[in-house]
T-cell receptor
Framework: GQNIDQPTEMTATEGAIVQINCTYQ??????LFWYQQHAGEAPTFLSY????GLEEKGRFSSFLSRSKGYSYLLLKELQMKDSASYLC???????????FGPGTRLSVLP | EAQVTQNPRYLITVTGKKLTVTCSQN?????MSWYRQDPGLGLRQIYY???????DKGDVPEGYKVSRKEKRNFPLILESPSPNQTSLYFC????FGTGGHEQYFGPGTRLTVT
């Protein structure tokens, strides 16, 4: 079966660092993506991991451990505009279909 | 401007009345996909297409049809809509379905079936 878990909600303070975890159990694996979605808007791409390790992109970093079925998104120097939902998605190895997690709603407080 | 467009943006319809939601991209992308988004369930893939005339089922294809007759368009067809298809629908495209190519999402279509 396909299952992706993320915390439902998180709260953090402006300027802080927050880590959003994602665990997955899928029938295959061909890459993990993180997307950001502001309320009422479409998702936008943040990062991609296919090999184990850390990918850094400005204030955002994403980590992957394939053996553990685990990824996290790290957001540094939080800003109010980072308040959004963060979606973890796995691409299945057997095709090009994507399985998304339920999303984590992050609230950044002043 | 590079974009994915969907029409209509909002639609209220009745059970059983066939409808089509259009999706078009101007980026010459090969891969296109349809998702529905429901509270607590996240995005679920309905159908995807690797290229013209090539379509495959996602995780929730029942009650939907798609076609890919030309590269830029990927319409979603509900032959006989039912209330459980009330949802927010997103179309997305990416250069290819493989590799780290990001998906670009359309603005969404909010469908209500009564």
């Amino acid at each position: 079966g396909q299952n992706i878990d993320q915390p439902t909600e998180m709260t953090a303070t402006e300027g802080a660092i927050v880590q959003i975890n994602c665990t997955y159990q899928t029938s295959g694996f061909n890459g993990l993506f993180w997307y950001q979605q502001h309320a009422g808007e479409a998702p936008t791409f943040l990062s991609y991991n296919v090999l184990d390790g850390l990918e850094e992109k400005g204030r955002f970093s994403s980590f992957l451990s394939r053996s553990k079925g685990y990824s996290y998104l790290l957001l540094k120097e939080l800003q109010m505009k980072d308040s959004a939902s963060y979606l973890c998605a796995v691409r299945d190895n057997y095709g090009q279909n994507f399985v998304f997690g339920p999303g984590t709603r992050l609230s950044v407080l002043p | 401007e590079a974009q994915v467009t969907q029409n209509p943006r909002y639609l209220i319809t009745v059970t059983g009345k066939k409808l089509t939601v259009t999706c078009s991209q101007n980026m010459n992308h090969e891969y296109m996909s349809w998702y529905r988004q429901d509270p607590g369930l996240g995005l679920r893939q309905i159908y995807y297409s690797m290229n013209v005339e090539v379509t495959d089922k996602g995780d929730v294809p029942e009650g939907y049809k798609v076609s890919r007759k030309e590269k830029r368009n990927f319409p979603l067809i509900l032959e006989s809509p039912s209330p459980n298809q009330t949802s927010l629908y997103f179309c997305a495209s990416s250069l290819f379905g493989t590799g780290g190519h990001e998906q670009y999402f359309g603005p969404g279509t909010r469908l209500t079936v009564t």
